[in-house]
């Protein structure tokens, strides 16, 4: 097992990744914390417990601790601190392979990613979504520097800036134009993870 976890970003993101604005990203915890569990600073943590690490939860009046899931490496679904994560983004590959799946594409394959504004001077195809994104086929590598667990509205200015935008007004925008089709909209404040990281090449 590796301590290196793919992870998906939309092409702004990815732009802004590729500029240098952005460091921290926020995605969702799950399971969700049952709603009459604390949500005191704490209360949701992670630690290492017999040779694994396991996220915990404390009860808001009994603080009873809720064992709630289990990783054999790493702080959770995303690592630890110093563990890598390849990024995925939409991309696409030249037209004649279009019939293609991911999985039969070959790394000396022409790839264009729709972060990008300038166009390969070779026909495009059609869009591939980012989940789809083989690992050869990565172009950004960032090595975690820090992970937490906070819920979503304990972000900062200076935290929304790090995610690359320019406010916390305008990152609740982002947040639900990406997660409230999904159930989770900013109003619903779920626990998020906090994860830090810098560009690096592999």
């Given at each position: 097992?590796?301590?290196?976890?793919?992870i998906l970003?939309?092409?702004?993101?990815?732009?802004?990744?590729?500029?240098?604005?952005k460091?921290?990203?926020?995605?969702?915890?799950?399971?969700?914390?049952?709603s009459d569990?604390?949500d005191?600073?704490?209360?949701?943590?992670?630690?290492?417990?017999?040779?694994?690490?396991?996220?915990?939860?404390?009860?808001?009046?009994t603080?009873?601790?809720?064992?709630?899931?289990?990783?054999?490496?790493?702080f959770?679904?995303?690592?630890?601190?110093g563990?890598?994560?390849n990024?995925r983004?939409?991309?696409?590959?030249?037209r004649?392979?279009?019939?293609?799946?991911?999985?039969?594409l070959?790394?000396s394959?022409?790839?264009?990613y729709?972060?990008?504004?300038?166009?390969?001077?070779?026909?495009?195809?059609?869009?591939?979504a980012?989940?789809?994104?083989?690992?050869?086929?990565s172009?950004?590598t960032l090595?975690?520097?820090?992970?937490?667990?906070?819920r979503?509205?304990?972000?900062?200015?200076?935290?929304?800036?790090?995610?690359?935008?320019?406010?916390?007004?305008k990152?609740?925008?982002?947040?639900?134009?990406?997660?409230?089709?999904?159930?989770?909209p900013?109003?619903?404040?779920?626990?998020?993870?906090?994860?830090?990281?810098?560009?690096v090449?592999?």
């Open positions: 097992m590796t301590n290196e976890h793919g970003f939309s092409a702004p993101m990815v732009q802004a990744i590729l500029d240098g604005s460091t921290m990203t926020r995605r969702i915890v799950k399971p969700q914390p049952p569990w604390s005191s600073p704490g209360a949701v943590r992670v630690e290492q417990i017999g040779g694994e690490w396991e996220y915990l939860y404390n009860h808001v009046s603080d009873e601790i809720l064992h709630i899931a289990y990783w054999p490496i790493g959770g679904p995303y690592g630890a601190p563990g890598l994560l990024v983004e939409a991309w696409a590959t030249y004649a392979f279009d019939s293609l799946k991911p999985s039969e070959k790394p394959c022409s790839i264009h729709l972060a990008d504004t300038d166009k390969p001077a070779w026909p495009i195809g059609k869009t591939r980012s989940i789809h994104m083989p690992r050869w086929a172009r950004l090595r975690l520097t820090g992970v937490r667990v906070e979503l509205q304990a972000i900062t200015e200076a935290d929304a800036q790090a995610e690359g935008v320019e406010s916390v007004d990152y609740r925008e982002l947040w639900n134009a990406l997660n409230a089709r999904h159930g989770y900013w109003e619903s404040n779920p626990w998020v993870w906090c994860l830090t990281f810098k560009r090449e592999v």
